[in-house]
C-alpha cells in the first residue's frame, strides 16, 4: 500500500528529499502562495508547526502558481518571501503544480486519497492534508479552513503511536 513515505520531492533549496525522513511524524501538506487571500495562514502554520514540532509534527509547504498567478516568485524569492515576513521555519518544497498533466506525484496521491469538492482537483492555494504518523491521509481542509482550527486533529493524531512503536503482538 502507498503510504506518504513512498514519495519524494526538491526542497526549495533545491536539495531532493525523500518524505520517508518524516516518517513516524504526523504531517500537514499544504500548496501555498505568497500574493493569496490566504497567505497570513502562514502564521497559523507557524505557529502549529512551532507548538507541535517536539511531538513529532511537521508542516510541509509546497508554493504553488497555478491559481491566479499568486506565487510568480522564483525559489530564492519564495524562500525569502516566508521568512522574512512569516518567519517560516517549517519545510517548504520547490514550487509544484497540484494539478494538471504536470502535478507532482504526491498530489496525485493526496487526490486519489481524499477527494474533495471538486472531485481530484485542488480548488485554490492553502488546502490542507493531514497525514497520521502511518504515512495514510487523514483528512483533507479547504483552503478557507485556518490551520488554528485544526489544533485538535493534529493533537488527535499525535496521540497515535507510530507504528514503529506499537506492540507487535508478539
Known amino acids: 500500500m502507498t503510504t506518504v513515505y513512498d514519495f519524494s520531492a526538491k526542497r526549495i533549496e533545491g536539495n531532493e528529499q525523500s518524505l520517508a525522513d518524516f516518517r513516524d511524524q504526523v504531517l500537514l501538506v499544504v500548496n501555498t502562495a505568497s500574493q493569496c487571500s490566504q497567505t497570513p495562514q502562514y502564521t497559523g502554520l507557524q505557529k502549529l508547526y512551532k507548538s507541535y514540532r517536539k511531538q513529532g509534527f511537521s508542516v510541509l509547504g509546497f508554493p504553488c502558481d497555478q491559481f491566479g498567478h499568486q506565487e510568480p516568485g522564483d525559489e530564492n524569492e519564495i524562500a525569502n518571501f516566508c521568512s522574512t515576513i512569516y518567519h517560516v521555519t517549517f519545510p517548504m518544497f520547490a514550487k509544484i503544480d497540484v494539478n494538471g498533466s504536470k502535478t ?3 498530489y496525485n496521491w493526496l487526490k486519489r486519497e481524499a477527494g474533495g469538492l471538486l472531485g481530484g482537483r485542488i480548488k485554490w492555494n492553502f488546502t ?16 478557507t479552513n485556518p490551520p488554528e482550527k485544526l489544533a485538535d486533529k493534529i493533537e488527535a493524531a499525535l496521540a497515535v503511536p507510530a507504528p514503529s512503536t506499537r506492540d507487535s503482538g508478539d
Open 104 to 106: 507532482l506525484p504526491l
Open 128 to 143: 490542507k492534508f493531514l497525514i497520521g504518523r502511518d504515512g495514510n491521509v487523514i483528512a483533507r481542509y479547504a483552503p
